[in-house]
Every structure is written in C-alpha cells, then in structure tokens.
C-alpha cells in the first residue's frame, strides 16, 4: 500500500489521467454532437488525442521527478503500460458492456497517440533541464 502511495504522490496527474481514460471508455456514454458528425474519424482522433495526452503526461511527471532517465522503465511505465491499458479497455467494451463495443482501429488510434506522446516526452527531455535531484 505504502508502494501505491508513493506511486500516487509522485504521478498525480497521470493518475488521473489514466482514472479518466477508463471513465471515459467504461461508463461515459458520449453525447450525440451534430456538429461534429462530419469529421472524418473523429472518435479515432479522440483515443489518438487521450492516449498521446496522458502518455505526454506521464513523461512531464516522471522527468520532473527523476534527474536521469530510465529507459527501461519509461518504455514499461510510459509506452507499454498505457498500449496494454487500451487493449484490455478493448476487450471489456466488446465483451463485458452492453453499451460499447470494442475495436481494433481504436486501439491502433490509442498506441499511435501513445507513440507521439512518447516522442514529445522524449522532445521535453531534450530542450527542458530536470527540476528535480534524485
């Protein structure tokens, strides 16, 4: 527990983030919005858009935190996990929701936002010094 706590204290944003993605794609039942019934693709460019947000976040919080970067753990922690994350939102909307219906085009639409957020994580490292010591 005192692990989980840690993890909270340190990923408060990306906590949330991810506690808003399962909202989203669990229970949230989408307006119908008229206006934007025209743009093509536009629920793959929400999941590119949540997915590239919270994987950006996620690298934002553990470069503030961390004077050195671990690739090993970033690729668990800010690639792979939320690519496994929208795979298992995937299955439980096609098999366990009466509402929702799971899709491949998602989750590729989810691990490309993923990718992008990645490499502007990997951009923030570049040009922004870290703020934190470890």
């Not at 909202?23 to 008229?34: A, D, G, N, Q």
């Amino acid at each position: 527990m005192n692990k989980m706590r840690q993890f909270v204290s340190k990923y408060p944003l990306s906590c949330l983030c991810i506690v808003l993605v399962w909202y989203l794609s669990i229970w949230f039942r989408p307006p119908r919005l008229p206006q934007l019934e025209n743009v093509a693709f536009i629920d793959k460019w929400t999941h590119f858009l949540m997915y590239g947000g919270t994987c950006s976040v996620i690298w934002w919080e553990y470069l503030r935190s961390h004077a050195r970067l671990n690739a090993r753990k970033l690729f668990l922690l800010a690639w792979l996990a939320p690519i496994v994350m929208s795979g298992v939102i995937e299955l439980i909307q096609e098999y366990y929701t009466a509402t929702r219906a799971g899709e491949w085009l998602d989750l590729a639409a989810n691990a490309t936002g993923v990718t992008l957020g990645s490499i502007v994580g990997l951009l923030m490292k570049a040009y922004c010094p870290p703020r934190h010591k470890e």
